[in-house]
Nanobody, 121 residues
Framework: VQLQASGGGLVQAGGSLRLSCAAS????????MAWFRQAPGKERDFVAV????????YYTDSVKSRFTIFRDNAKNTLYLQMNSLKPEDTAVYYC???????????????WGQGTLVTVSS
């Protein structure tokens, strides 16, 4: 499956952004989907994961109650709604597809190219 992330940009602290990840090539609904992020000079970190149907989600503690992961299998698209953004959310955000419901990046076989989110204070 090929993944194309979009929706990043520059936003002030407290603002919102919605990231999208368009999938093509294979049946989107067969994959567990996740978002990861990588801040400058840091390792890639888990953000959120969603199961095949969208009925189960899990978030890293730092984004709980602020971010929402959801998917539209009819549109082959994954989303990340980010509210109450903080400067520490600044990173390149990556979408990933895999077959396991985990927060471990090595278990995801397919990755998008990343989209940059910059939050100014």
């Amino acid at each position: 499956v090929q993944l194309q992330a979009s929706g990043g940009g520059l936003v002030q602290a407290g603002g919102s952004l919605r990231l999208s990840c368009a999938a093509s090539g294979r049946t989107f609904g067969n994959y567990i989907m996740a978002w990861f992020r990588q801040a400058p000079g840091k390792e890639r970190d888990f953000v959120a994961v969603i199961n095949w149907s969208g009925g189960s989600t899990y978030y890293t503690d730092s984004v709980k109650s602020r971010f929402t992961i959801f998917r539209d299998n009819a549109k082959n698209t994954l989303y990340l709604q980010m509210n109450s953004l903080k400067p520490e959310d600044t990173a390149v955000y990556y979408c990933a597809a895999g077959s396991l419901y985990t927060r471990t990046s090595s278990t995801y076989a397919y990755w998008g190219q990343g989209t940059l989110v910059t939050v100014s204070s």
